[in-house]
């Protein structure tokens, strides 16, 4: 069996981020980054399909620039077997769509049995990739998963909005978003760190994967235009009254100020 792994290097959670002077996004100088806690969760869980059966192959894949391949070392000594690092400036501003993309067409030459991804990511929180990757691929797929069970088929237990859980079963292969909290994470030990310096990490770009002109910023149908801190203000109105009141209150308000 092979299970294939999506990773994304996202800032560190404690991370002090900064607006770059253009705006276009953060300043990524000094940074220190990390895997997508998200996706730790994902990776357990294909690392304890691999642990019930030696041999299952898994291959963890990321989308980005050369300090990735940190992260990826990183998920190679936790377990993971060999790590595939899209690595092209042409793809850096693709969007959700984008990306997905770029992850298909490293499962369409991967050919796994299984796609791990975590539900998003820690600093877009769009929950935009799962579903549009397993989509290109023709593959069923479930997010917010919180409990599996691996047989001929896959049962999961997913969460739904308002905290309400659902039991769907699906055929292999298929694509399984995690939620966070599903399992225990494990970390890598000093014998699987040292041997993740051994394990290959195979480098492609958008053009090894036929898809050159689909990705990047020139392709994004999504484009950020600007970021930006919001200004302090020390003034504030309240409204009182009824609900019916303070909604007319509130709409006014937006009138007024051009806003609709």
């Known amino acids: 069996m092979k299970a294939m792994v999506c990773l994304k290097q996202v800032p560190h959670q404690d991370a002090r981020l900064d607006v770059a002077a253009d705006g276009s996004w953060i ?18 869980e294909a690392l304890r399909i691999k642990d019930a059966d030696g041999d299952t192959e898994v291959v963890v ?62 600093d877009g929180n769009f929950s935009a990739v799962p579903p549009m990757l397993a989509e290109l691929l023709d593959m069923p797929s479930a997010t917010s998963v919180l409990a599996t069970d691996f047989g001929d088929s896959v049962k999961v237990e997913r969460e739904l909005e308002g905290g309400a859980m659902e039991v769907v079963e699906l055929p292999k292969p ?44 020139g392709a994004a149908k999504v484009k950020v235009t600007k970021i ?27 009138k007024e100020l051009g806003l609709l």
Do not use: W
Not at 247 to 252: K, N
């Open 27 to 44: 300043q990524e100088d000094n940074i220190k980054f990390e895997i997508n806690s998200y996706d730790t969760y994902a990776l357990e």
């Open 61 to 122: 894949v990321s989308v980005g620039p050369d300090r990735v391949t940190q992260a990826l070392r990183t998920a190679l000594g936790m377990g993971a077997d060999r790590a595939v690092h899209v690595n092209d400036p042409e793809t850096q501003n693709s969007d959700s769509l984008g990306i997905a993309k770029i992850l298909a067409a490293v499962a369409k030459e991967e050919n796994p049995d299984m796609i791990f991804c975590g539900l998003m990511a820690d």
């Open 174 to 217: 298929c694509l399984l978003a995690i939620q966070t909290g599903a399992n225990q994470v494990r970390y890598a030990s000093l014998k699987g760190i040292m041997q993740a310096k051994k394990k290959p990490v195979d480098v492609k770009t958008a053009g090894d994967l036929g898809i050159g002109d689909q990705v990047g910023a």
């Open 228 to 254: 930006y801190v919001p200004p302090k203000s020390d003034t504030a109105e309240l409204y009182e009254g009824s609900t019916d009141e303070i909604v007319g209150q509130l709409v006014g308000k937006i």
